[in-house]
């Protein structure tokens, strides 16, 4: 396996903070109730994913945990 590198984990830490940002956002008006609820469930999956990453080191994950569920 391919060691990654600290700029590549900061890249996987923003996309992250990215989902968690959009789900404590909540429901735009603009969106539909069964949209909303697949955006939260694709997001919060994609946070379980990422939690599941052995490569982190000294990143906060408590908001992601928060938002995921988890």
């Not at 590198?5 to 989902?19: G, R, V």
């Not at 789900?23 to 008006?29: F, H, L, P, V």
């Amino acid at each position: 396996m391919n060691e990654i590198t600290a700029e590549q984990i900061a890249k996987h830490y923003s996309a992250c903070m990215d989902s968690v940002n959009l789900i404590n956002a909540g429901q735009s008006e603009l969106m539909e109730d069964a949209e909303w609820a697949d955006c939260l469930s694709r997001n919060k999956e994609h946070l379980k994913i990422m939690l599941a990453k052995d490569f982190w080191t000294n990143e906060d994950l408590t908001p992601l945990q928060q938002a995921a569920g988890a």
